[in-house]
């Protein structure tokens, strides 16, 4: 079955290509792009808004259009990770698109993916995802810290919301119980454990008056308490 498809999509060509060779300029019409053909398993984006990017295309002669140039429009969309050309003779172009998975929330606006892609969707999604933040040019900094942080805590209960790199150098962290901790510049993972043996010891149980804590001294942590509870 498949070789007669073969068989038919070059018979096609030849005949187009010999109308061609007449003076005719009927092939640019013969394989002109008429559907796109969206495949893949989408899960933010949507078969319609794609098509509306890739608009383009249509239009486009299927014979004469490179690879590379399809490529660069099917990645132009801003949650197409990667995608796979397929020409489908004679009028349509299928496209099978991977979507970027997301990881975490970048700054403003923008999202880091599990493969360290930061993209800018046009409508950033609701996400239960945590919050990353750090000077321009920081990302990889900041997600790296994020993965050590995220395997200390792995035995835990606590999760991070929102995790901080300042300009100046110091990090700090928000769980998702609504404890902020302050970690400054230096030893991050081991004032991280020295701030969990105290919050398991005891903190754990009195969430609800803590304020923030500081963890950078070198043989414990201040609590600071909301006031008025």
Not at 146 to 161: D, H, K, P, Y
Request: proline share 3%; charged share 20%.
């Amino acid at each position: 079955m498949r070789m007669i498809a073969l068989i038919g999509a070059v018979l096609l060509i030849i005949g187009a290509l010999l109308q061609q060779e007449e003076g005719s300029n009927s092939s640019e019409d013969w394989f002109a792009i008429r559907h796109i053909e969206i495949v893949g398993d989408l899960k933010y984006a949507t078969k319609t808004s794609l098509q509306s990017d890739y608009i383009s295309l249509l239009g486009r002669n299927l014979l004469s259009l490179s690879l590379s140039d399809t490529l660069d429009v099917a990645l132009s969309s801003e949650w197409v990770k990667s995608a796979e050309v397929r020409k489908v003779w004679p009028n349509t172009l299928q496209l099978l698109v991977y979507e970027h998975t997301p990881l975490a929330y970048w700054r403003d606006g923008q999202l880091i993916s599990t493969t360290a892609d930061i993209f800018t969707p046009q409508s950033v999604p609701e996400l239960p995802l945590t919050r990353l933040n750090g000077p321009d040019d920081s990302s990889d900094i900041v997600l790296d810290q994020f993965g050590l942080i995220s395997q200390v805590l792995s035995s835990t209960s606590l999760r991070v919301a929102q995790l901080t790199l300042e300009a100046r150098g110091a990090w700090h962290l928000t769980f998702t119980n609504g404890i902020t901790v302050k970690l400054g510049r230096d030893e991050i993972i081991e004032r991280l454990q020295r701030f969990i043996a105290v919050y398991e010891s005891d903190l754990s149980g009195r969430i609800e008056t803590i304020h923030s804590v500081d963890a950078r001294y070198p043989h414990g942590v201040a609590v600071s308490w909301r006031k008025n509870l």
